[in-house]
């Protein structure tokens, strides 16, 4: 079925460091969106995006829908130990049916103190 | 918290056995969803609903049968519980079909 590929699959970064990380499709999405999982949990949403080149922020969280649709990045600025956890990139493909959602592989997040 | 309740939250199980998740929501949405959780392909949807006794398959769903016969109840029934079904399952609910609502998720291990 149709895959999102996320990377990278996991950072190991010094408190205070910027993280970027991505999400591509070889097919055109026509909404991105950006979930967070902390351990036991269920993923929650970070933060959405529904227009090409949609530029979007959340405290320290940036994101953006890219402008060939085929593409999204999160990044997470001067990260804290609380960023921990499993970043998914979801999308709701052109061809969308039923609204369902399609997820990336995640990007597991290690901050250390 | 956001109205939706995974039930049990962990379950062993013997292969070969049937077993039946259960999701409630408390908000009255439309849509209603199944995805397992396996490391290295993130999450994968098994079935969905988008209305009571409307449901249709996701990309994994040999194997697994649903029901939705109230608004807020979906249950996720594995037949005849195989090894590969070990997995964390989550429920998601979604007024829209847009920006789903999670619930904690259910471990299941089947030995």
Excluded at chain 2, 75 to 98: D, H, K, N, P, R
Aim: hydrophobic share 30%.
């Amino acid at each position: 079925g149709q895959q999102l590929n996320q990377s990278p699959q996991s950072m190991f970064i010094q408190e205070g460091e910027d993280v970027s990380m991505n999400c591509t499709s070889s097919s055109i999405f026509n909404t991105w969106l950006w979930y967070k999982q902390d351990p036991g949990e269920g993923p929650v949403l970070l933060i959405a995006l529904y227009k090409a080149g949609e530029l979007t922020s959340n405290g320290r969280l940036t994101a953006q829908f890219g402008i060939t649709r085929k593409d999204s990045f999160l990044n997470i600025s001067a990260s804290i130990p609380s960023d921990v956890g499993i970043y998914f990139c979801a999308g709701h493909p052109i061809y969308n049916q039923g609204g369902k959602l399609i997820f990336g592989q995640g990007t597991e997040l290690s901050v250390k103190p | 918290d956001a109205g939706i309740t995974q039930s049990p939250r962990h379950k062993v199980t013997e292969t070969g056995t049937p077993v039946t998740l259960r999701c409630h929501q408390t908000e009255n949405h439309r849509y209603m969803y199944w995805y397992r959780q396996d490391p290295g392909h993130g999450l994968r949807l098994i079935h969905y609903s988008y209305g009571v006794k409307d449901t249709d398959k996701g990309e994994v769903s040999d194997g697994y049968s649903v029901s939705r016969s109230k608004t807020e109840d979906f249950l996720l029934t594995l037949e005849s519980a195989t090894s590969s079904q070990t997995s964390v399952y989550f429920c998601a609910i979604s007024e829209s079909g847009y920006g789903y609502t999670f619930g904690s998720g259910t471990r299941l291990t089947v030995v």
